[in-house]
């Protein structure tokens, strides 16, 4: 039987020990490195950002990602984001924790044009060289991060449902607002 846990919620009392294995899920822009770098911080858990995996240069995607992320899910101890389809099920079948960023459209999408901004203007060397492209690209590539942001924002309604069917072994945390995070992290430490 899944369990489902709000901000106040103490994972370790939920699992009877302190979680090994996490993941963060999100649709894109919520924050979901930023929140698995700080899990990983806070329990002493590696992170590894799946889209370092994922991207070689020139925006390319690395022939050797399934691997990499079969490797990472083989160990004992990570958290790390939930994203591509393809790996998801090799991570869900290892996760023991799922930490769901489940944020308003506006603040999402505040939080991804920011992002974005920041990287383009200064640019910030992403993943194996890669960095934003130029601003004006909004306008024409489908698959900009702010134009894919907005097209996915829905992509993760009823995320709790499905998980209950297809990962009842999870433990889910799910945060609302920018609030909910903080509350929940702050009653991971007291615990």
Partial sequence: MRTLLGPHDDVAQALGRRPRRVLVAGTSGSGKTTLAGRVGVLWGLPHTELDGLHWGPGWTSRPDFVD???????????VTEWQYRVVRPLLLERAEVLVWLDLPTDVVMRQVVARTLRRRLGRIELWNGNVEPPLRSVFSEHDHIVRWAWRTRHKLDGLDRWLADVAPHLVVVRLRTRRDVERWLAAQVAS
């Avoid at 990499?68 to 990570?78: K, Y």
């Fill in 68 to 78: 990499d992320v079969r490797a990472l899910v083989a160990t004992d101890a990570w």
